[in-house]
Protein backbone atom coordinates (compact mmCIF):
# COMPACT_ATOMS: atom_id res chain seq x y z
CA UNK A 1 0.00 0.00 0.00
CA UNK A 2 1.90 3.59 -0.90
CA UNK A 3 2.16 6.27 1.49
CA UNK A 4 -1.13 8.47 1.30
CA UNK A 5 -0.99 12.40 1.71
CA UNK A 6 -3.71 14.40 2.31
CA UNK A 7 -4.99 17.35 0.52
CA UNK A 8 -7.31 20.21 1.85
CA UNK A 9 -9.13 22.43 -0.75
CA UNK A 10 -11.80 24.53 0.15
CA UNK A 11 -12.21 22.17 3.21
CA UNK A 12 -13.00 19.10 1.29
CA UNK A 13 -11.37 16.21 2.05
CA UNK A 14 -9.03 14.67 -1.33
CA UNK A 15 -7.13 11.15 -0.62
CA UNK A 16 -4.02 10.96 -3.17
CA UNK A 17 -1.73 8.21 -4.24
CA UNK A 18 -3.50 5.05 -3.40
CA UNK A 19 -5.16 2.32 -5.69
CA UNK A 20 -8.83 0.95 -4.41
CA UNK A 21 -8.89 -2.48 -3.18
CA UNK A 22 -11.47 -5.19 -4.47
CA UNK A 23 -14.95 -5.35 -2.06
CA UNK A 24 -16.56 -8.55 -1.36
CA UNK A 25 -19.97 -8.25 -1.70
CA UNK A 26 -22.92 -10.78 -0.60
CA UNK A 27 -24.84 -10.46 -3.52
CA UNK A 28 -26.47 -13.66 -3.09
CA UNK A 29 -28.96 -14.62 -0.35
CA UNK A 30 -26.94 -16.22 2.86
CA UNK A 31 -27.80 -19.82 4.25
CA UNK A 32 -29.94 -19.87 7.21
CA UNK A 33 -28.38 -21.75 10.09
CA UNK A 34 -30.18 -23.70 12.57
CA UNK A 35 -27.45 -24.38 14.41
CA UNK A 36 -28.17 -22.20 17.91
CA UNK A 37 -31.13 -22.28 20.54
CA UNK A 38 -32.81 -19.01 21.35
CA UNK A 39 -35.05 -18.27 23.87
CA UNK A 40 -36.87 -14.99 25.10
CA UNK A 41 -34.86 -13.20 27.46
CA UNK A 42 -36.97 -9.91 28.51
CA UNK A 43 -40.19 -8.62 27.04
CA UNK A 44 -42.08 -4.88 27.28
CA UNK A 45 -39.30 -3.02 26.14
CA UNK A 46 -40.95 -0.04 23.55
CA UNK A 47 -38.98 0.36 20.47
CA UNK A 48 -35.58 -0.81 21.89
CA UNK A 49 -32.39 0.86 20.52
CA UNK A 50 -29.07 0.01 22.19
CA UNK A 51 -27.57 -2.43 24.90
CA UNK A 52 -24.97 -2.21 27.29
CA UNK A 53 -24.13 -4.83 30.06
CA UNK A 54 -23.25 -3.16 33.75
CA UNK A 55 -20.36 -5.29 35.40
CA UNK A 56 -22.85 -6.79 37.69
CA UNK A 57 -24.75 -8.49 34.26
CA UNK A 58 -27.72 -6.73 34.25
CA UNK A 59 -28.63 -4.75 31.15
CA UNK A 60 -29.08 -0.93 30.34
CA UNK A 61 -31.41 -0.95 26.95
CA UNK A 62 -32.12 2.25 25.42
CA UNK A 63 -35.92 2.71 24.03
CA UNK A 64 -36.55 4.89 20.97
CA UNK A 65 -38.87 7.60 22.14
CA UNK A 66 -36.58 8.41 25.44
CA UNK A 67 -37.06 5.61 28.40
CA UNK A 68 -34.48 4.01 29.79
CA UNK A 69 -35.00 0.39 31.23
CA UNK A 70 -32.47 -1.53 33.08
CA UNK A 71 -33.35 -5.74 33.29
CA UNK A 72 -32.29 -8.03 36.02
CA UNK A 73 -29.29 -10.90 35.06
CA UNK A 74 -32.45 -13.07 35.04
CA UNK A 75 -34.61 -10.90 32.73
CA UNK A 76 -37.52 -11.41 34.63
CA UNK A 77 -37.67 -8.01 36.22
CA UNK A 78 -37.40 -4.42 34.28
CA UNK A 79 -36.40 -1.12 36.05
CA UNK A 80 -37.29 2.14 34.50
CA UNK A 81 -34.66 4.55 34.94
CA UNK A 82 -34.84 8.56 34.83
CA UNK A 83 -32.88 11.35 34.19
CA UNK A 84 -31.81 10.61 30.71
CA UNK A 85 -30.90 13.13 28.02
CA UNK A 86 -33.71 15.13 26.50
CA UNK A 87 -34.30 13.59 22.96
CA UNK A 88 -36.52 14.48 19.92
CA UNK A 89 -38.35 11.26 19.31
CA UNK A 90 -38.52 12.44 15.47
CA UNK A 91 -38.21 10.13 12.18
CA UNK A 92 -34.89 7.44 12.83
CA UNK A 93 -34.43 9.71 15.44
CA UNK A 94 -35.00 9.38 19.26
CA UNK A 95 -32.65 8.01 22.23
CA UNK A 96 -30.21 5.58 21.00
CA UNK A 97 -27.04 4.19 21.29
CA UNK A 98 -25.32 3.51 25.27
CA UNK A 99 -21.91 2.66 26.28
CA UNK A 100 -20.66 1.73 30.12
CA UNK A 101 -17.80 3.32 30.85
CA UNK A 102 -14.61 0.79 31.66
CA UNK A 103 -14.22 2.39 34.57
CA UNK A 104 -17.55 1.44 35.67
CA UNK A 105 -17.59 0.25 38.53
CA UNK A 106 -15.54 3.00 40.23
CA UNK A 107 -17.43 6.02 38.24
CA UNK A 108 -20.99 4.56 37.70
CA UNK A 109 -20.65 6.49 34.58
CA UNK A 110 -22.35 5.60 31.18
CA UNK A 111 -23.13 7.28 27.64
CA UNK A 112 -26.28 8.08 25.80
CA UNK A 113 -26.21 9.21 21.86
CA UNK A 114 -28.98 10.79 20.82
CA UNK A 115 -30.86 13.39 18.82
CA UNK A 116 -30.93 16.77 20.19
CA UNK A 117 -33.48 19.26 19.36
CA UNK A 118 -32.43 22.57 18.32
CA UNK A 119 -33.40 25.91 17.01
CA UNK A 120 -35.75 26.67 13.36
CA UNK A 121 -37.22 23.43 13.39
CA UNK A 122 -33.14 21.50 13.51
CA UNK A 123 -31.93 18.68 15.30
CA UNK A 124 -28.86 17.06 15.39
CA UNK A 125 -26.81 13.55 16.82
CA UNK A 126 -25.30 14.39 20.40
CA UNK A 127 -23.66 12.34 23.16
CA UNK A 128 -24.15 12.69 27.17
CA UNK A 129 -23.00 11.15 29.78
CA UNK A 130 -24.45 10.72 33.40
CA UNK A 131 -24.00 8.66 36.64
CA UNK A 132 -25.94 5.95 37.34
CA UNK A 133 -27.37 6.33 40.62
CA UNK A 134 -29.93 3.58 41.51
CA UNK A 135 -32.85 4.22 39.41
CA UNK A 136 -31.55 7.42 38.07
CA UNK A 137 -29.30 8.85 36.08
CA UNK A 138 -27.56 12.28 37.89
CA UNK A 139 -25.32 14.62 36.70
CA UNK A 140 -26.29 14.39 32.52
CA UNK A 141 -24.07 16.38 30.76
CA UNK A 142 -23.69 16.48 27.22
CA UNK A 143 -20.31 16.15 26.07
CA UNK A 144 -20.67 16.35 22.08
CA UNK A 145 -22.58 17.92 19.59
CA UNK A 146 -23.12 17.58 16.08
CA UNK A 147 -22.45 20.67 13.86
CA UNK A 148 -24.48 21.89 11.95
CA UNK A 149 -28.09 21.04 13.28
CA UNK A 150 -30.08 20.25 10.56
CA UNK A 151 -33.71 20.01 9.54
CA UNK A 152 -34.02 16.51 8.73
CA UNK A 153 -35.52 13.39 10.40
CA UNK A 154 -33.12 10.75 9.70
CA UNK A 155 -29.48 9.27 9.12
CA UNK A 156 -28.49 10.52 12.67
CA UNK A 157 -26.09 7.13 13.49
CA UNK A 158 -25.20 6.73 15.92
CA UNK A 159 -23.72 3.69 17.80
CA UNK A 160 -20.63 5.17 20.32
CA UNK A 161 -17.71 2.28 21.81
CA UNK A 162 -14.63 3.04 23.62
CA UNK A 163 -11.31 2.74 22.84
CA UNK A 164 -10.01 -1.10 23.46
CA UNK A 165 -7.93 0.94 26.18
CA UNK A 166 -10.75 2.91 27.79
CA UNK A 167 -8.89 6.14 27.21
CA UNK A 168 -11.49 7.40 23.61
CA UNK A 169 -14.61 7.06 22.58
CA UNK A 170 -15.71 6.67 19.36
CA UNK A 171 -19.13 8.12 17.86
CA UNK A 172 -20.55 7.19 14.63
CA UNK A 173 -22.93 10.38 12.80
CA UNK A 174 -25.18 10.00 9.68
CA UNK A 175 -25.36 12.23 6.64
CA UNK A 176 -28.55 13.46 8.06
CA UNK A 177 -30.33 11.88 4.44
CA UNK A 178 -30.70 15.95 3.16
CA UNK A 179 -26.62 17.16 3.25
CA UNK A 180 -24.76 15.23 1.32
CA UNK A 181 -22.51 18.26 0.20
CA UNK A 182 -21.55 18.49 3.82
CA UNK A 183 -20.24 14.65 4.19
CA UNK A 184 -16.96 15.37 2.15
CA UNK A 185 -16.43 18.75 4.01
CA UNK A 186 -13.88 18.94 6.99
CA UNK A 187 -15.66 21.84 8.90
CA UNK A 188 -18.80 20.09 9.39
CA UNK A 189 -19.34 16.53 11.52
CA UNK A 190 -21.83 15.39 9.11
CA UNK A 191 -21.26 12.26 8.04
CA UNK A 192 -18.42 11.26 10.07
CA UNK A 193 -16.77 9.24 12.96
CA UNK A 194 -15.53 11.00 15.55
CA UNK A 195 -12.64 10.35 18.36
CA UNK A 196 -13.30 12.11 21.58
CA UNK A 197 -12.05 11.09 25.54
CA UNK A 198 -14.87 10.39 28.15
CA UNK A 199 -15.01 13.68 29.26
CA UNK A 200 -15.52 15.28 25.35
CA UNK A 201 -12.48 16.90 24.88
CA UNK A 202 -10.41 16.29 21.98
CA UNK A 203 -7.08 14.07 21.15
CA UNK A 204 -4.40 15.82 20.51
CA UNK A 205 -3.16 13.18 17.88
CA UNK A 206 -6.76 13.25 15.71
CA UNK A 207 -5.74 13.07 12.20
CA UNK A 208 -7.43 16.80 11.87
CA UNK A 209 -6.23 18.25 14.62
CA UNK A 210 -3.72 20.17 12.98
CA UNK A 211 -5.95 21.30 10.01
CA UNK A 212 -7.12 24.96 9.82
CA UNK A 213 -10.65 25.06 9.33
CA UNK A 214 -11.52 21.46 10.48
CA UNK A 215 -13.17 20.14 13.38
CA UNK A 216 -10.99 18.06 15.30
CA UNK A 217 -12.47 14.92 16.45
CA UNK A 218 -13.09 13.85 13.22
CA UNK A 219 -11.44 10.66 12.85
CA UNK A 220 -12.60 9.48 9.36
CA UNK A 221 -14.92 10.86 6.88
CA UNK A 222 -17.76 10.06 4.11
CA UNK A 223 -20.08 7.97 5.59
CA UNK A 224 -23.80 7.38 4.88
CA UNK A 225 -25.61 6.20 8.01
CA UNK A 226 -23.47 4.20 10.40
CA UNK A 227 -25.72 2.19 12.87
CA UNK A 228 -23.30 -0.50 13.96
CA UNK A 229 -20.04 -0.43 15.11
CA UNK A 230 -17.44 -2.38 17.76
CA UNK A 231 -13.40 -2.33 18.13
CA UNK A 232 -11.89 -5.31 17.38
CA UNK A 233 -10.10 -7.14 21.00
CA UNK A 234 -6.93 -7.56 19.01
CA UNK A 235 -5.96 -5.25 16.45
CA UNK A 236 -8.13 -2.58 18.14
CA UNK A 237 -9.13 -1.47 14.97
CA UNK A 238 -13.00 0.37 14.54
CA UNK A 239 -15.07 -1.55 12.32
CA UNK A 240 -18.43 -0.30 11.64
CA UNK A 241 -21.29 -0.53 9.22
CA UNK A 242 -23.47 1.76 7.24
CA UNK A 243 -27.02 1.70 5.39
CA UNK A 244 -26.15 2.19 1.74
CA UNK A 245 -28.97 4.29 -0.17
CA UNK A 246 -30.39 1.80 -2.76
CA UNK A 247 -28.04 -1.28 -2.55
CA UNK A 248 -24.46 -0.89 -1.45
CA UNK A 249 -24.77 -1.78 2.89
CA UNK A 250 -21.28 -1.86 3.99
CA UNK A 251 -18.68 -2.83 6.53
CA UNK A 252 -15.67 -0.96 7.03
CA UNK A 253 -12.73 -0.95 9.22
CA UNK A 254 -12.17 2.64 9.79
CA UNK A 255 -8.67 4.19 10.00
CA UNK A 256 -7.94 7.64 11.16
CA UNK A 257 -8.15 10.22 8.36
CA UNK A 258 -9.30 7.61 5.98
CA UNK A 259 -12.34 8.77 3.33
CA UNK A 260 -14.94 6.39 2.79
CA UNK A 261 -16.14 7.79 -0.46
CA UNK A 262 -19.81 8.85 0.36
CA UNK A 263 -21.85 9.99 -1.99
CA UNK A 264 -18.76 9.97 -4.10
CA UNK A 265 -18.69 6.08 -4.29
CA UNK A 266 -21.08 3.58 -3.34
CA UNK A 267 -22.31 -0.06 -4.44
CA UNK A 268 -26.15 1.49 -4.28
CA UNK A 269 -28.05 3.50 -6.64
CA UNK A 270 -30.77 6.66 -5.87
CA UNK A 271 -34.32 4.89 -4.21
CA UNK A 272 -36.71 3.89 -7.58
CA UNK A 273 -32.85 4.21 -9.49
CA UNK A 274 -30.48 6.58 -10.66
CA UNK A 275 -26.69 6.70 -10.48
CA UNK A 276 -24.66 8.13 -7.56
CA UNK A 277 -20.83 8.09 -7.84
CA UNK A 278 -18.96 5.37 -8.95
CA UNK A 279 -17.94 2.14 -7.09
CA UNK A 280 -14.68 2.73 -6.95
CA UNK A 281 -12.38 6.08 -6.87
CA UNK A 282 -8.58 6.64 -6.18
CA UNK A 283 -8.39 8.08 -2.98
CA UNK A 284 -11.25 6.52 -1.34
CA UNK A 285 -11.29 3.24 0.54
CA UNK A 286 -13.23 0.31 -0.78
CA UNK A 287 -15.37 -1.43 1.81
CA UNK A 288 -14.17 -5.04 3.23
CA UNK A 289 -18.08 -6.53 2.50
CA UNK A 290 -21.03 -4.89 0.81
CA UNK A 291 -24.67 -6.00 0.80
CA UNK A 292 -26.29 -5.77 -2.76
CA UNK A 293 -29.68 -5.42 -2.60
CA UNK A 294 -29.34 -3.37 1.05
CA UNK A 295 -29.93 -5.63 4.28
CA UNK A 296 -30.43 -2.60 6.60
CA UNK A 297 -27.66 -3.24 9.27
CA UNK A 298 -28.31 -2.74 12.83
CA UNK A 299 -25.32 -2.84 15.37
CA UNK A 300 -22.59 -5.76 15.21
CA UNK A 301 -20.54 -7.32 17.60
CA UNK A 302 -17.02 -9.32 16.98
CA UNK A 303 -17.72 -12.56 19.42
CA UNK A 304 -15.24 -13.53 22.15
CA UNK A 305 -17.10 -15.78 24.57
CA UNK A 306 -16.51 -19.43 25.18
CA UNK A 307 -18.31 -20.85 22.64
CA UNK A 308 -15.89 -22.02 20.02
CA UNK A 309 -17.93 -22.55 16.78
CA UNK A 310 -18.49 -19.25 17.17
CA UNK A 311 -15.17 -17.54 18.31
CA UNK A 312 -13.71 -14.86 15.54
CA UNK A 313 -17.41 -14.76 14.01
CA UNK A 314 -19.40 -11.18 13.58
CA UNK A 315 -22.65 -10.99 14.21
CA UNK A 316 -24.72 -8.30 12.37
CA UNK A 317 -28.29 -7.27 13.03
CA UNK A 318 -30.86 -6.77 10.06
CA UNK A 319 -33.70 -4.68 10.14
CA UNK A 320 -35.35 -5.17 6.70
CA UNK A 321 -35.02 -8.82 6.00
CA UNK A 322 -35.02 -9.85 9.61
CA UNK A 323 -32.46 -11.84 11.02
CA UNK A 324 -28.85 -12.31 12.57
CA UNK A 325 -25.91 -12.41 10.73
CA UNK A 326 -22.87 -14.83 11.44
CA UNK A 327 -20.29 -14.31 9.33
CA UNK A 328 -16.99 -16.04 9.17
CA UNK A 329 -13.79 -14.45 8.08
CA UNK A 330 -9.89 -16.12 7.06
CA UNK A 331 -7.30 -14.19 6.59
CA UNK A 332 -9.18 -10.74 6.71
CA UNK A 333 -11.67 -11.93 4.38
CA UNK A 334 -15.41 -12.99 4.56
CA UNK A 335 -15.78 -16.23 3.13
CA UNK A 336 -19.12 -16.89 4.28
CA UNK A 337 -22.41 -15.60 6.02
CA UNK A 338 -25.14 -17.24 7.64
CA UNK A 339 -28.91 -15.96 8.73
CA UNK A 340 -30.25 -16.57 12.14
CA UNK A 341 -33.24 -15.78 13.69
CA UNK A 342 -35.27 -15.78 10.91
CA UNK A 343 -37.97 -17.44 12.76
CA UNK A 344 -39.26 -14.56 14.66
CA UNK A 345 -39.60 -12.24 11.70
CA UNK A 346 -38.95 -8.98 13.40
CA UNK A 347 -36.43 -6.26 13.07
CA UNK A 348 -33.46 -6.63 14.85
CA UNK A 349 -31.84 -3.31 15.53
CA UNK A 350 -29.49 -4.60 18.21
CA UNK A 351 -27.03 -7.50 19.30
CA UNK A 352 -24.26 -7.40 21.76
CA UNK A 353 -22.10 -10.14 23.83
CA UNK A 354 -23.01 -11.02 27.48
CA UNK A 355 -21.04 -11.79 30.01
CA UNK A 356 -22.32 -15.58 30.25
CA UNK A 357 -20.97 -15.80 26.37
CA UNK A 358 -24.43 -15.93 25.31
CA UNK A 359 -25.69 -13.01 22.27
CA UNK A 360 -28.40 -10.69 23.10
CA UNK A 361 -30.22 -9.47 20.28
CA UNK A 362 -33.13 -6.79 20.97
CA UNK A 363 -36.54 -6.57 18.21
CA UNK A 364 -37.12 -3.70 17.13
CA UNK A 365 -40.80 -2.75 17.46
CA UNK A 366 -43.57 -1.40 20.18
CA UNK A 367 -43.59 -4.30 22.15
CA UNK A 368 -39.73 -5.11 22.04
CA UNK A 369 -38.31 -8.00 23.34
CA UNK A 370 -34.60 -9.32 23.79
CA UNK A 371 -33.54 -12.79 23.16
CA UNK A 372 -30.91 -15.07 24.06
CA UNK A 373 -29.27 -17.03 21.72
CA UNK A 374 -26.28 -19.57 22.00
CA UNK A 375 -24.94 -22.43 19.51
CA UNK A 376 -25.77 -25.98 19.65
Not at 290 to 296: D, G, K
Amino acid sequence: MKRRDLMLTGLSLTLLLTTPACAQTASRPAPESNAFEARVFAEGIEQPWGMAFLPDGRLLVTEKAGGIKLISKDGKSLQSISGGPSVVDYGQGGLLGVAVDPKFSENGLVYFSFSEEGENDTAGTAVARGKLDGSAITGIQVIWRQTPKVESPNHWGSRIVFSRDGQYLFITVGDRANQRPLVQRLDTTIGKTLRIRPDGSIPNDNPFVKTPGAKPEIWSVGHRNQQGAFVHPKTGDLWTNEHGPQGGDEINIVKPGKNYGWPLITYGEEYGGGKIGETAKDGLEQPLYYWTPSMAPGNMVFYTGPYKQWQGKVFVASLKFRYLGMITLENGKVVKEEKLLTDFKERIRDVVQGPDGALYAAFDNAEGRIVRVVPK
